[in-house]
Structure formats: structure tokens, C-alpha cells
């Protein structure tokens, strides 16, 4: 039987103290306050002084209110049952269905041992061109979408999550609107992938605290269905609510912030969730996508910069699109150079060819009188961003290699591309070279 | 001695307060007891009767009244024969054993013997009665490719005779190979491995000598242009995506040295890994033997606890020390000094000190300039030569070079390798900035050939400056020209394709080779018409230049290649 002690000593925050012995480091407890139970985790211990961060947050907490420490840290459920469950950032139901006390496994477990890591080789299509052709999606791979509020990340996340070759989605919200959360559901309902998705939902309604609890949630249940054999594709949004709620839990216990008031660990602490993307050998993978809202457009915020450095490259979605510019998957490398000859060289071409037009575009802008070449960049840049980086193109990588080759083939010359001279004799388009020719001299 | 015991009284993350009585050493090992497991941890401040530790595993569970025993052994690491091609986290521990009895995860509290029980054939060179100090030669044992020299351990001080020595023959790293009498009269045995304690430099050679020789990277922009020497120091600071890992993985494998150790110290696992799959695949042409074969991996990943992650960066130089006193030439790449100098910040922010700039604690800059003058070209007991080169990336927030650590590792380093995100977002690989990295060292091309190029690529800057303003038709064909000769140079020579097999490396003829021509491209008078014949002239030869780049040195198809390239030229060329 475990203590009960009956006297908080003070009140901060989210955080509470109270004097207790024989108390485990990150050991959960339960509070009982006049608004219902909650749970609380061990952050501290100086002494027989323990702090505890209340998941439900502190209203309401009242000195002589009852704190039990439940001998253990925080767990979760794991069960094929939670398929098509949805769960609050504290593991338990929001939708009204049964608990799920089963199998209780530990969260935020120790980290694979990188001798058992083995190289991805699994691309995973998403019949996205700006992905597979520019920046291929690998399995096992930790990719975050930068963005900005307004912009269609959510909508993004639940089309990939529904065309990707994956065996399961698990879906950890944190600080999610509500109507976000109902629009994703039935996103993937729709699409009839309810069944095979697990969600663990806090919402920007929940407390603070609950939100903390989703990542490593999320992550410890697709560690083991990994584990099982099953691809696992976890979706995150908004790992910058996470970060936030990281750096209010520091302030709170006066620890020197280092950037912007965001603690000196936090890359630690993104590293330990993103880094649980894995392909196990012999058994599943875990592939990690995650939205991370840029405040005020800039990379440069803490949370961005701390996330590139630890995630295998981004996407940046702005405008609707996600911009060739910065987006990157570092984990391409591995898969494009079997998918088809081409794939590498179109890849570098076009985007090398797009950021050309883009200072044609500057010069047009600023009133500059365009060259012959300027003008072929300017239709190129056009056809570029119609035919390939408007998110509503809906093609396989290799009709969008094919793509890729007739717009350069509308606009330019083989040797005006950078592109070898090997490949250009292979894949140049014939039958469009006449048309382009003629377009050269109207121009 | 004694065993010191404390008890815990108070846990914050992952770092212990422990009152205990008695003796403590700063930065001594104790080992937290919690049922049958033993967490490593170091003392790292002393306050009264209580000793402030950093745990280099989770703290979990971890109960106020716990006892930490003491060792009074400053964190060291085990060196002998079979260090080479091996994989450890930071502390020494080997991974692939590690994964052989533990399965995926890493088990806490769990230390295994880095060396293993192998036996060596055993070579003595000294004899008995010889009068030897530390880091003399005792003897030695074949390893890889590499005369493994057997030594006396870098803490005796003093002179020593030789008692008694093993002949030849085959023995383990814990047999007795030799006694020794020291200056006192007491005897000492050893063994083939000793240990060392890693925050310490190991200064049993000689003397230090300025290093002058070029260390080659087979990357032209750094051979040319940013060189490093044998024995030197370099940065490779860039914000996230520009592609500092990969360079640090094309130098692991191209770089003409003897012994690569690798410390991925807080990155990403699955770089590492790839470098730890790959290696022992790779054959080095040099040598004709697998790349793992030199090559030493530390790894301490993102994920992986952050004490270790600062105790790694020291394990791996002192990897590097230790071969270099054999007189071999050592490259140890650390990525990233950054995650290491952030490991120093967490810590620091536990222990309350008053922080510095971006809350970095005030010693970031003393500990630096520490790491980096750890390496450099000595001159061994024997007269022979050994160097340790050190080669760090740094992960400046934001990808803004005045911060803290960036700042402090420019004021120690020799070559500063910078690369720009611009660069990167244009797919200029690898993105070196030509006009803002520096070098101390001395190049592989002749000086005037380098002013000459360098000279074309800051005016072809201006004029591209210029023309965002006064657009091309502003700009006179002169400067023009100008501007595509630069272009030119950057897309041939400065930008290398690290996918392809032959452009990945280039050896130094090949770059002293290819420098000429372009010094003769550049130098050219060229006549054109009008800006867009002149464009089509430089995108042509660009072409035929990048095709020359894919084939194989000296080949048949290379000189035709060389002769396409010289007609183009040719014809184009103005002959006043």
C-alpha cells in the first residue's frame, strides 16, 4: 500500500511540492482535488522535498488535498483493442469507449542501440511529386512540416497518412483545435483508415501539462507494434505546442532559460521522441512526420532550429505548396538512386533551374528588361509550379519523371539544363523539341 | 583504499546531489546503486559535505537515500590492441556486443569490456635493463593494416628500468608483458592495455611542432582553397541541411590518413549507422583493406544520454592521442561540437552557475580552445612523428555564425569551412562559402593560381551584386564575362558530386591539373558578340568540363574529353 500524504506545500504554476519519502524519480502520483483525480509526475526531489508536475493543472489545488504515489512511472496501454480508439494526452478514452487496462508498458523508454539500427532502403510513395520526385519519403524516416498558422499542414498530414503504404497511423495531437481534430478524424474515416489508426488527442482546450504526454504516448504504442512487424507511421501536430509546454513546466521550476525562454534541454527533448523512429531489423518500422508551426514564418525560432537539426531533413509547406527551397529529405539518397535512372538528375535540374527563375522573376519585378534566357526561365518557372509543386498533382514518381522532362523539353535545350549528356540522350523528349525551336525564335 | 560511499538527497534530471564524508576527487567516478544496478556518474562540483554528480544514464527510479559508491578513478578509458574497428557509445562501451546481449535497446547500467579477450602476437623491442618513460616502446603487436605499439602507460612518471620483458609470442590484453622498476624501487607489472583518464591531454612524446604538411581530403574546395594540415584543426559550422554530415562522411572516406575515428556525438542515429554499415563494406583503394579497418566509432546519439554525449568528445581525442603516439597520422571528425557544447549547458543550468551568452556556461570558450589544442604534430621519444588532426562541425542556432560556440571554436581553429545555406538552397554542393571560409594552412596549388581564381569569383560576386540592381542589360559584357567565368569556375571546380564514384575524390594531381586549365580559362580573353553567345560559350563548356569531371584520371576518354574542352576553347579564344 502505498502513502498518502495530505499536505501541499506550495502551489507554482502547474507544479505542486509536498514532503514525501521513498519517492522514485519521474514516479507518477495521483491528486485528488475537489475538481476530480488527476495525475501528476515526479519532476525533483532536493531533499524529502518532491515537486510534481499536475497534469490536469494546478486550479483548484488546494493545500490539504491528497497526493498517492502510485510506485511507478507513467504507462500506457497496449492492445490491438486500440485500434480506431481515440485517447486524451493521460492515455485515457475521450471517446466514450471502454478503458483499456491491459498490458501496461512503461513510456519514454530507452533508446535503441544504434549497432541495431540498420540503413532504410523502403521509399514510401505518397503520389506527392514535390515528395517523391524532389524529396522522397523514407520508411523509418523523422521529417517535420514547417509551417505557419492557416496553412493546410493538417489537411497535408491526413493525405499523406491516407495514401502512404503504411500498416498503422498512430495520430498524437497536442494542442489541437477541436474542429481539427473532428476534420482529421473524418478525414481518415472517409478514407477508411479509422480502423487502423490509434489516436491520443489533446486539445488546445485540455491542460497544458496532458499535451507533454502525447509524443512519448504515441511513441512507446508504435514502438511495439513496430516491434510486431508492423510499419508504423506516427503523426505529430503541433510539436510546437509541445515545445511551449516544455518551456512553461521550466520557468516553473526557475531553470535558466537558454533562447527565447525555452529551456537548455530541448533539443534533448525533441531528439528523445524524433529519435524513436526506427526500422528494427527483422521486424516493423516507425516513421515519424510532424508539424511544427514556425511563430512568425522564422526557421530561426528555437523550436524550428532544434527540430532541423534533429529531424532527417523538413518539408516547408507555404502557400499551399511545399516550397522546393529548404525542404529537404536527407534520407532520399537511400532510395532515388533505384527507382530510375533519371530520378537524381531531374531532381537536381529542375530545382537548380527553378531557382534561376526565381532571380529572373526578382529582375522582371524590379523592372529589368528580360533576355531571351530570362524568358525561358520565366515559362519554365511557370509550368514548374503548376504541373509539379501545386499540391492538388496527384501522379506516381515516374509519370511525374516524365513530367519533368517535357517541361524542360517546352523550355529549353538539352545543354541549357546542366543536365549529362548521357541521360539527355536517353529520356529528352523528341517530339517537343521541333515545337520548342520554333518557340525560341518568336522569342 | 577505502571505499567512499554517499547517499543521494536530491535528483534533478541527471544530476545527483550526494552527501558523503571523507575524501572526494573532482571528477572522480561514482556508481549509483539501485537493487543490481550500478549507474556510472562523475563528480563534477564539490560543495562542503556534498558532491555534485552528472548520471551518464537515465535517472529513473532513482529514490532520495540511495548510496553512490566512489572509485577514485577519474572517468577514464581502457587503450590496447583491438580498439580499431570497433563502434562504442561515449563511454567506452561496445555497442554491437552491447546489442548482442541486450537486443535493440540499450540497457542501463550496463559496462562491458571494450577490448575483448583476443590474444595479440606479441613482438618485444625493448629489453631488460632498457631505461624507458611513458610512451616508450615496449613492444609490439600486429593490428589491421597498422604496427600496434605496445607502451609504457602515459601516467608513469619518471624513468624506469626494465625488469623482465615476454618474448615473443601470443597473449592477451591482460597478460603480464613486462615488470618495471620505477625511480622509487617498486615494481610494476603490465599488461598490453592501460588506461587514461580521458579529460586529461596524454603529453608522453617529445615535443609539439608546427604543422605545415598538407592533409588531403580529396575535396577540391578544401584541398585547394581551405586546406587542412596533418596535425592541424578546422570547423565546419552551417545551419541544419547544408550538408555538414555528408561532408564529414566523404572526408571520413576519402582523406588520405591513417586512422579515422568518428565521434557522432548528439546527432542524428541514422548517420552513424550508415558510416557503421557501409565502412566494413568499403574497400580502401590505398590500402586495399575495409575502410573499417581504420576507423574508430564513437557513438553517442541524439537520444542517448547527454552526460555520455559530453564525456564522448573527450573518449574519441583520446582514442586519437593514443594512435598518434604510435606515429600514425589521426583524423578524429567530431559532429557536433555544438550538441557537446549544449551537453556542457544542460548541465550547467542544473548546477545553477550564472550562465553566459545563450545561457552557455562562462568556461564554453576555455573548454574549446582545450578540445582543439589537443590536436597537433609531435615529435615522439623516438624521434618519430605522429599527428592528431581535428576536424569539428558546429550547429549554430538559427544558422547565425556569432553565436557563442561558433564564435569560440573560429578563435582556436586553423581552417574555418563555412557553409551557407544559400549555397545549400541552390544545390551547391558541398556548400563551402569560397569568398567568407579561411585557412592558415598552406594549399596544394601554386599561390598564384589560387589569388588568380579567388580574384575572379569576389568579382563575379560584385557584378552578380550589381546586376540584381542595374539588371543584365546594365551590366557591360566585360563584366558579363566576368560573372560567367566565375559561374563557370563554382559549378566545375568548387561544386563536387559526393554521389558520383569518380567526382567524389580528387586527388591532388588531378586538382593541381584541372586548377591550371581553369587559370587558363579564366585568363583568357574571350571574344563574344553579345551576353547571350558568351552565355551559351561558358554553359557549353560547363557541360563538357562536368563530363570531364565523371571520368576516370588519365583515361583514354579523359584526353578526349581534354581535347573537346581545348578546341572549344580554342575557338573561341581572342588572340590579340
Known amino acids: 500500500m502505498r502513502k498518502v500524504y495530505n499536505k501541499v506545500l506550495s502551489v507554482a504554476g502547474n507544479v505542486i511540492t509536498v514532503k514525501a519519502e521513498g519517492v522514485g524519480y519521474e514516479e507518477l502520483a495521483e491528486i485528488t482535488t475537489r475538481r476530480g483525480k488527476s495525475l501528476a509526475q515526479v519532476i525533483k526531489l532536493d531533499g524529502d522535498i518532491v515537486s510534481l508536475q499536475v497534469f490536469a493543472g494546478s486550479r483548484g489545488v488546494s493545500t490539504s488535498d491528497e497526493v498517492r504515489f502510485l510506485g511507478h512511472p507513467m504507462q500506457v496501454a497496449f492492445s490491438d483493442d486500440m485500434l480506431g480508439r481515440i485517447f486524451t494526452g493521460s492515455g485515457v478514452p475521450r471517446d466514450g469507449g471502454p478503458e483499456i487496462t491491459e498490458n501496461l508498458i512503461p513510456i519514454a523508454g530507452p533508446s535503441v542501440n544504434p549497432a541495431k539500427r540498420i540503413i532504410p532502403k523502403r521509399m514510401i510513395r505518397t503520389n506527392i511529386p514535390m515528395i517523391d520526385v524532389f524529396n522522397s519519403l523514407v520508411g523509418s524516416q523523422k521529417l517535420p512540416i514547417f509551417s505557419v498558422s492557416g496553412e493546410p499542414y493538417n489537411e497535408l498530414l491526413a493525405r499523406i497518412a491516407l495514401q502512404a503504404e503504411v500498416d498503422m497511423i ?81 520557468i516553473t521550476m526557475e531553470q535558466v532559460p537558454s533562447n527565447r525562454g525555452y529551456p537548455g534541454d530541448l533539443y534533448s527533448q525533441l531528439a528523445s521522441r524524433y529519435e524513436k523512429a526506427v526500422d528494427f531489423e527483422g521486424a516493423g518500422a516507425i516513421t515519424i512526420l510532424a508539424v511544427t508551426t514556425m511563430p512568425g514564418d522564422d526557421v530561426t525560432h528555437p523550436v524550428p532550429d532544434n527540430t532541423g537539426y534533429i529531424t532527417e531533413g523538413q518539408f516547408y509547406l507555404r502557400n499551399g505548396r511545399i516550397e522546393p527551397f529548404g525542404s529537404l529529405s536527407r534520407l532520399k539518397q537511400q532510395v532515388n538512386a533505384d527507382t530510375r535512372k533519371d530520378h537524381r538528375a531531374i531532381m537536381d535540374g529542375m530545382i537548380q533551374l527553378y531557382a534561376q527563375y526565381l532571380e529572373s522573376q526578382e529582375k522582371r519585378s524590379m523592372g529589368f528588361r528580360m533576355s531571351p534566357w530570362d524568358e ?68 | ?71 577514485g578513478e577519474l572517468l577514464s578509458i581502457q587503450l590496447g590492441p583491438g580498439l580499431l574497428g570497433q563502434i562504442f557509445d561515449g563511454l567506452q562501451n561496445p555497442l554491437p556486443e552491447l546489442a548482442e546481449a541486450h537486443g535493440f535497446f540499450l540497457p542501463r547500467g550496463v559496462i562491458l569490456d571494450p577490448l575483448g579477450e583476443r590474444r595479440w602476437q606479441f613482438t618485444p623491442d625493448a629489453r631488460k635493463g632498457d631505461v624507458v618513460r611513458a610512451g616508450d616502446v615496449l613492444g609490439s603487436v600486429p593490428e589491421t593494416q597498422f604496427t600496434h605499439r605496445i607502451m609504457v602507460p602515459f601516467d608513469f612518471q619518471g624513468e624506469f628500468t626494465i625488469e623482465s620483458i615476454q618474448d615473443e609470442g601470443e597473449y592477451s590484453v591482460r597478460d603480464e608483458i613486462a615488470t618495471l622498476k620505477g625511480p622509487r624501487g617498486q615494481t610494476h607489472s603490465l599488461s598490453m592495455q592501460f588506461s587514461w583518464p580521458v579529460k586529461l591531454p596524454v603529453r608522453a612524446y617529445r615535443e609539439k611542432i608546427l604543422p605545415t604538411e598538407p592533409l588531403v581530403t580529396r575535396v577540391r574546395i578544401i584541398d585547394t582553397f581551405f586546406p587542412v594540415a596533418r596535425g592541424g584543426t578546422y570547423c565546419i559550422p552551417g545551419p541544419f541541411g547544408a550538408g555538414k554530415t555528408v561532408l564529414q562522411q566523404i572526408t571520413s572516406r576519402y582523406a588520405e590518413v591513417d586512422i579515422v575515428i568518428i565521434a557522432a556525438c548528439g546527432e542524428r542515429a541514422g548517420e552513424i549507422v550508415e558510416t557503421m554499415r557501409e565502412f566494413p563494406e568499403l574497400i580502401d583503394p590505398r590500402t586495399g583493406r575495409s575502410l573499417m579497418e581504420r576507423t574508430i566509432i564513437i557513438a553517442n546519439t541524439s537520444s542517448m544520454p547527454v552526460a555520455a554525449r559530453e564525456a564522448s568528445v573527450y573518449t574519441a581525442t583520446t582514442l586519437g592521442e593514443y594512435y598518434r603516439q604510435m606515429g600514425l597520422d589521426v583524423l578524429l571528425l567530431a559532429d557536433s561540437t555544438s550538441r557537446w557544447a549544449q551537453a556542457m549547458r544542460e548541465l550547467s543550468g542544473r548546477l545553477e552557475e550564472i550562465p553566459g551568452e545563450e545561457a552557455f556556461p562562462a568556461y564554453l570558450e576555455s573548454r574549446i580552445a582545450e578540445f582543439y589544442e589537443r590536436a597537433g604534430l609531435i615529435q615522439l621519444n623516438d624521434g618519430g612523428q605522429g599527428s ?20 569560440a571554436t573560429l578563435k582556436v581553429v586553423g581552417a574555418f569551412h563555412g557553409l551557407t545555406r544559400a549555397r545549400s538552397d541552390a544545390r551547391r554542393y558541398p556548400a563551402i562559402d569560397p569568398l567568407d571560409s579561411w585557412s592558415k594552412y598552406e594549399s596544394i596549388v601554386p599561390a598564384e593560381t589560387i589569388r588568380i581564381s579567388r580574384e575572379f569569383l569576389e568579382k563575379g560576386s560584385d557584378v552578380r551584386q550589381m546586376m540584381m540592381v542595374v539588371g543584365e542589360e546594365g551590366t557591360s559584357l566585360d563584366d558579363f564575362i566576368v560573372y560567367l567565368k566565375s559561374e563557370f569556375f563554382d559549378a566545375v571546380y568548387l561544386q563536387q558530386n559526393a554521389f558520383d564514384k569518380v567526382d567524389a575524390a580528387t586527388s591532388p594531381d588531378r ?66
Open chain 1, 170 to 250: 498512430i495520430l498524437g495531437g497536442i494542442g489541437l483545435k477541436f474542429d481539427e481534430y473532428m476534420r482529421f478524424r473524418n478525414r481518415l474515416e472517409e478514407g477508411g483508415a479509422l480502423g487502423r489508426s490509434i489516436f491520443f488527442i489533446h486539445t488546445a482546450a485540455d491542460p497544458v501539462v496532458e499535451g507533454l504526454m502525447v509524443p512519448d504516448l504515441a511513441l512507446a504504442v508504435a514502438e511495439k507494434f513496430a516491434l510486431q512487424g508492423k510499419e508504423v507511421l506516427v503523426l505529430l501536430t503541433d510539436m510546437t505546442n509541445f515545445a511551449d509546454s516544455l518551456k512553461e513546466i521550466a
Open chain 1, 376 to 443: 525561358k526561365l520565366l515559362k519554365y518557372g511557370n509550368l514548374f509550379e503548376s504541373g509539379m509543386m501545386d499540391l492538388s498533382v496527384n501522379i506516381p514518381l515516374e509519370e511525374a519523371l516524365e513530367r519533368g522532362w517535357s517541361i524542360l523539353a517546352q523550355c529549353f535545350k538539352p545543354e541549357e539544363t546542366g543536365l549529362r549528356s548521357e541521360l539527355v540522350k536517353e529520356f529528352w523528349p523528341k517530339t517537343v523539341k521541333a515545337e520548342e525551336e520554333s518557340e525560341a525564335v518568336e522569342a
Open chain 2, 1 to 71: 583504499m577505502t571505499q567512499q560511499r554517499g547517499t543521494i538527497t536530491g535528483i534533478n534530471g541527471n544530476m545527483l546531489t550526494v552527501e558523503f564524508e571523507g575524501t572526494i576527487t573532482q571528477n572522480e567516478v561514482g556508481y549509483t546503486v539501485r537493487g543490481d544496478e550500478r549507474l556510472k556518474s562523475e563528480v563534477i562540483r564539490i560543495q562542503d559535505n556534498r558532491a555534485f554528480l552528472q548520471v551518464f544514464e537515465s535517472t529513473k527510479g532513482l529514490a532520495v537515500g540511495d548510496t553512490v559508491e566512489f572509485t
Open chain 2, 388 to 407: 592528431l588532426t581535428i576536424g569539428g562541425t558546429v550547429s549554430p542556432a538559427g544558422g547565425n555564425f556569432e553565436e557563442p560556440v561558433t564564435q
Open chain 2, 511 to 576: 586538382q593541381k591539373y584541372k586548377m591550371e586549365k581553369i587559370r587558363e580559362i579564366l585568363t583568357t580573353t574571350f571574344h563574344f558578340k553579345d551576353k547571350e553567345t558568351a552565355r551559351t560559350f561558358f554553359y557549353d563548356l560547363r557541360q563538357k568540363f562536368i563530363d570531364w569531371n565523371y571520368i576516370e584520371w588519365k583515361s583514354d576518354e579523359f584526353k578526349k574529353q581534354e581535347k573537346e574542352i581545348d578546341a572549344l576553347i580554342k575557338g573561341n579564344a581572342e588572340h590579340a
